[in-house]
């Protein structure tokens, strides 16, 4: 048997959270069913999703297929045991009357994209095959990138997102929590429109909400800004630097049904970021100065989940380890190991300036 993260490699292989945007994705939440049978299921899979996504992507090299799998508090304990990754914790609510940032049920969460919807839904097919009857689904949703990578609200999104070594910077754990250096954390919400509220406001009051002129996409003057504009309460300041994150948001939604949305992913280091984005806007900066978005838009959804590096899930076998050899594992990765950069092969995203916490 191996245990993940004992096999002393020098540096681990990322997945690719901070892959470039696409113009397709797949938001893919499952719960383990009950029984050791479905949890060695789980794992037998983490060793071969690479070779899963290999055999897809190789159809359409173009496509640009990526595949994120993440694990939330409870799998953690459920598949792999101790070590734990830092903060890995279940997700936080946060709310103030109406506005509610829930809490959902949620496990895994597999995060495909591509330039094609065709690729993503290929791959996510031969997971769920490999997983018959051991997972079950509770949240599956298709995003589409809309025109200039606009929500359905009609604005810009991911304007503030950082790129390449910047962004590796926002989203990769280093020295902080050594044994799962390469790793990420990742927050997700669906939330749904009153589309037909947020049409009925004149586009000068639309503006004030985002904090962002809607044609040309640049930001309000900070001097006639408001307070509570979406952009000025998902600015997290540490220190005097700025924090960031990585976003890959995607419309979706079923025009028959009137369901019209945003799903919400994010990329951090550190959860503890984007749990103050979600503070700032549900309960406010101060409190009671919250995000007016939220008089148009409802969380439906809420999980958080850690990315373990691409070397994580190589390592993994359907037997899990025993407790007295968990506790034998050393870290794969010694703290004074650089983060190699993102390999275009491997496994396979928002906006906050600044720096990566330390």
Not at 49 to 60: H, I, K, N, Q
Not at 64 to 76: C, D, H, K, Q, R
Not at 202 to 218: M, N, W, Y
Not at 342 to 351: A, E, T
């Amino acid at each position: 048997m191996t245990t993940p993260g004992a096999a002393g490699s020098s540096s681990p292989i990322l997945q690719l959270v901070a892959a470039p945007l696409t113009r397709a994705a797949i938001f893919l939440v499952v719960t383990i069913n009950p029984g050791a049978d479905n949890s060695a299921a789980v794992r037998s899979l983490c060793a071969d999703l690479a070779a899963l996504l290999r055999a897809v992507g190789f159809r359409e090299p173009a496509g640009n297929l990526t595949g994120i799998m993440a694990f939330g508090s409870a799998a953690w304990d459920r598949l792999f045991g101790e070590p734990r990754p830092a903060e890995l914790h279940p997700f936080r609510e946060f709310g103030a009357g109406l506005r509610r940032a829930v809490a959902t049920p949620g496990d895994i969460l597999f995060h495909i994209r591509a330039e094609r919807m065709d690729l993503c839904f290929e791959l996510a097919a031969q997971i769920m095959a490999r997983l018959a009857g051991a997972v079950a689904t509770v949240d599956e949703v298709h995003g589409f990138r809309y025109f200039d990578s606009r929500d359905l609200l009609g604005f810009v999104d991911g304007t503030e997102n950082p790129t390449d070594q910047d962004a590796l910077d926002a989203t990769v754990i280093g020295e902080e929590d050594p044994a799962f250096a390469g790793g990420s954390y990742v927050i997700v919400q669906k939330y749904l429109h009153d589309l037909a509220g947020w049409n009925a406001l004149p586009t000068e009051a639309q503006e004030l909400i985002i904090g962002r002129s809607k044609l040309s996409d640049i930001e309000i003057d900070e001097s006639i800004r408001p307070s509570s504009a979406h952009n000025s309460l998902n600015t997290i300041v540490e220190d005097g630097k700025e924090i960031k994150i990585v976003r890959d948001n995607m419309p979706f939604g079923q025009v028959g049904q009137g369901e019209f949305g945003t799903y919400f992913i994010g990329y951090s280091r550190s959860p503890r970021t984007m749990e103050q984005m979600l503070e700032n806007m549900f309960v406010g900066r101060p409190p009671g100065n919250y995000d007016r978005i939220l008089d148009f838009s409802r969380a439906v959804t809420g999980n958080l989940f850690f990315v373990p590096s691409a070397t994580f899930l190589d390592e993994v076998t359907p037997d899990a380890p025993s407790p007295a050899e968990r506790a034998a594992v050393s870290p794969a990765v010694e703290s004074s190991q650089p983060i190699p950069p993102v390999p275009d092969g491997s496994l396979g995203i928002g906006s906050l300036k600044g720096k990566a916490r330390s």
